[in-house]
C-alpha cells in the first residue's frame, strides 16, 4: 500500500483485507479524500447475516442497490428488488460512460466497464409490465393478510379463525371472493352452527373484514390475489453463463397502497423461508433480498406479526437467504431485528429538526465506537454515492467503520426503455406461465352449489371400489341408530356433507384434503404442494 496513506485509513483498510470472494464497495475516505488504496468490502459468505442500507431521500441508497446487485449477480448468486421510484430497472442495461462515472471510477480504483446482469421484471398482479405476480389468499394466510387489512388484534384472531375453518372444511380460498364468501356463510344462521365447537365469529367483526375486504378490492389490490400462484423457487435461477438473474419487482402502479406492497414481499420471505432446506453457512448465499421502505412493514405492525417478522429473520440465513433492509433510519426497525443485521451502509442524515437530532444520535449509537471518525459530523458531511460502513468480517466480526466513497454501478442508472423492458417481458419463459389468470372452483363456487342444493337432495361422492362393502356395513349399522342422534350428527347443510359415510370412506382411502387443516408456517401461510 502507497506510504502516502495515512496510518489511519491503513488501519482501517486492514480491517477489510479478505482472502476469499467478496464484492468491492469502495475506497475509504477521510477528511474529504478517498484512498484508492484502501478498498472497503464485504465478503459473499456473510451476506446471509443480513444488512441494513439506511440514509436520507437523494443520498444514493437505490445506487448502493445497484452496485450491491450487480456484483452479487456476477459472483452466481441470484438478487430481489423491489423497485418503488421505478428507477431499478436499468440494472439489465449497460451503463453508460461518461465524465462523472469516470472520475467516480478513478478515485475509488474502479476498473468500470459497462455491464448488465441477466433480469426478469414481475408487477404485482400485472399491475405493470412485468410479468404478474400472484399469491392465493390461503397462501397469504390471515396474518399477513390482517396486517394488509389494517385489522386490530381481535379482528386478527376471528380471520385466523375464518382459515381454521376453511382449512378444515376443504374450502379453498384463492381469491377475495372465496374469501368474503367464507366470511359471509359463517356469519349466517347455518354457518354460526358449523362454529360452536371451535369459537364464534361476531357480526361486527366479520362486518369489518368485509368491509375492508371490498375497499382493499375497489382499490384493485384483488388482482394480486389468485391464480396461478408465484412459485417463488423462481427467484433462485441462474442465467446459462452461470450469472444470478436479478428479479425486479415494480412498484410504482401500486406506491398509493405501500402497507399491500411491504406485505406482499414478506409473503414472498415466509414462503422462502418454508420451502427451502437448512444448509447452514455456505461459501455465497442462495438469494440476497434487498427489502425497500422497509419502514412499511413494522409500522402498526401486532405484536404477533413482529414475532414472526423477527424469528423470520433469524431462522432464513440457515437457508441460505440473505435480507438487506432498506429504509431512511435504523430507528425505522425494531431492535430484534436490527441486532440481527451484520452489514451495514449508511449514507448521509439530515439533521434539521430535533427529531432528526434524536434519530440521528440514535444512528451513532447503533455502530461501532471510531477511534478515527466523529460519526455525528461525518453522517451530516456525507455527500451523494458516500456512505458510513461497517460489516461482518470472514471469522464473524464487525470491521472497523469506515466512511466510504462507493463505486458507480456498471449498469444503467436509471429505467430501461420501455420498448426493451415489454421486449423482455415478452421474451420470457416465465411470461407465459404468469400471464393469465386462473380461476378454479374453490369456496365461492363450493358454497354457492351447497346454497342452490336442496337439503335433502343426498350429496353425491364417489367411492373407490375397495371400501363398498365397508360402506354398506357402515351404512346398514347407522340405519340403526337412534334418529335423534343421527340428526344431531347432520345439524346443518355442512354437518350433513361431513356426515355423509361416502364422503368418509372417500377422504380415507383417497388422501383427500377435505377435513385435515392445512399445515401453516410462522406466519400463517401455507405450505406449497408440489
Known amino acids: 500500500m502507497s506510504a502516502a496513506v495515512p496510518s489511519a485509513v491503513r488501519e482501517i483498510a486492514d480491517g477489510y483485507a479478505f482472502t476469499g470472494p467478496a464484492l468491492d464497495l469502495g475506497a475509504v475516505l477521510l477528511d474529504g479524500t478517498a484512498y484508492a488504496g484502501a478498498p472497503v468490502r464485504v465478503p459473499l459468505g456473510v451476506l446471509n447475516r443480513h444488512g441494513l442500507v439506511a440514509g436520507a431521500t437523494g443520498t444514493g441508497k437505490t445506487k448502493t442497490l445497484q452496485l450491491i446487485a450487480e456484483q452479487l449477480s456476477a459472483q452466481g448468486v441470484p438478487v430481489f428488488l423491489a423497485d418503488i421510484k421505478g428507477d431499478v430497472s436499468g440494472v439489465a442495461a449497460p451503463g453508460e460512460p461518461g465524465g462523472r462515472t469516470a472520475a467516480r471510477a478513478a478515485e475509488v480504483g474502479q476498473d468500470w466497464q459497462a455491464r448488465g446482469c441477466p433480469a426478469e421484471f414481475y408487477a404485482l398482479g400485472g399491475q405493470g409490465s412485468g410479468i404478474p405476480l400472484r399469491a392465493t389468499v390461503t397462501s397469504f394466510g390471515p396474518l399477513l393478510l390482517a396486517k394488509v387489512l389494517d385489522l386490530n388484534e381481535t379482528q386478527e384472531s376471528s380471520l385466523g379463525l375464518v382459515f381454521h375453518y376453511a382449512d378444515r372444511q376443504g374450502l379453498e380460498l384463492y381469491d377475495l371472493k372465496d374469501l368474503t364468501a367464507v366470511i359471509t356463510f359463517l356469519t349466517s344462521p347455518e354457518g354460526k352452527a358449523e362454529l360452536k365447537g371451535i369459537g364464534g365469529l361476531s357480526a361486527a367483526t366479520a362486518g369489518v373484514i368485509l368491509r375492508s375486504l371490498t375497499l382493499l378490492e375497489n382499490e384493485g389490490a384483488g388482482a394480486f390475489f389468485g391464480e396461478p400462484e408465484f412459485d417463488t423457487a423462481e427467484l433462485l435461477r441462474r442465467a446459462e453463463d452461470g450469472r444470478g438473474v436479478v428479479s425486479v419487482l415494480e412498484l410504482p402502479a401500486v406506491q398509493d397502497r405501500p402497507r399491500l ?138 470491521t472497523p467503520v469506515a466512511a466510504t466513497r462507493l463505486r458507480a454501478p456498471q449498469s444503467l442508472m436509471g429505467p430501461l426503455d420501455p420498448a426493451v423492458l415489454r421486449a423482455a417481458v415478452d421474451g420470457s419463459a416465465l411470461t407465459g406461465k404468469y400471464r393469465d389468470a386462473v380461476d378454479r372452483e374453490s369456496a365461492y363456487e363450493k358454497l354457492a352449489a351447497r346454497a342452490a342444493r336442496p337439503e335433502a337432495e343426498p350429496v353425491p361422492v364417489p367411492v373407490p371400489a375397495e371400501d363398498r362393502e365397508p360402506q354398506a356395513r357402515r351404512e346398514s349399522e347407522e340405519r340403526r341408530e337412534p334418529e335423534g342422534r343421527r340428526e344431531k350428527e347432520g345439524a346443518g347443510l355442512l354437518g350433513s356433507l361431513l356426515a355423509n359415510p361416502a364422503l368418509k370412506s372417500f377422504a380415507r382411502s383417497a388422501g383427500t384434503q377435505l377435513g385435515r387443516e392445512i399445515s401453516r408456517s410462522l406466519f400463517g401461510t401455507s405450505r406449497r404442494r408440489r
Open 261 to 398: 406492497f411491504s406485505t406482499f414481499l414478506m409473503w414472498l420471505l415466509a414462503d422462502l423461508y418454508q420451502e427451502l432446506p437448512e444448509v447452514g453457512d455456505l461459501d455465497r448465499p442462495k438469494l440476497v433480498f434487498f427489502f425497500d421502505e422497509a419502514h412499511l412493514l413494522f409500522k402498526g405492525a401486532s405484536k404477533a406479526f413482529l414475532e414472526a417478522i423477527t424469528q423470520t429473520v433469524r431462522l432464513i440465513r440457515s437457508k441460505g437467504v440473505g435480507i438487506f433492509f432498506v429504509t431512511q433510519t435504523p430507528k425505522d426497525v425494531p431492535g430484534d431485528v436490527l441486532a440481527q443485521l451484520g452489514n451495514r451502509v449508511q449514507h448521509a442524515l439530515r439533521a434539521f429538526t430535533p427529531d432528526d437530532a434524536k434519530a440521528l444520535k440514535a444512528t451513532v449509537s447503533t455502530f461501532p465506537k471510531s477511534p478515527v471518525y466523529d460519526l455525528g459530523e461525518v453522517l451530516t458531511s456525507l455527500g451523494t454515492g458516500e456512505a458510513v460502513v461497517t460489516v461482518l468480517s470472514e471469522k464473524g466480526a464487525p
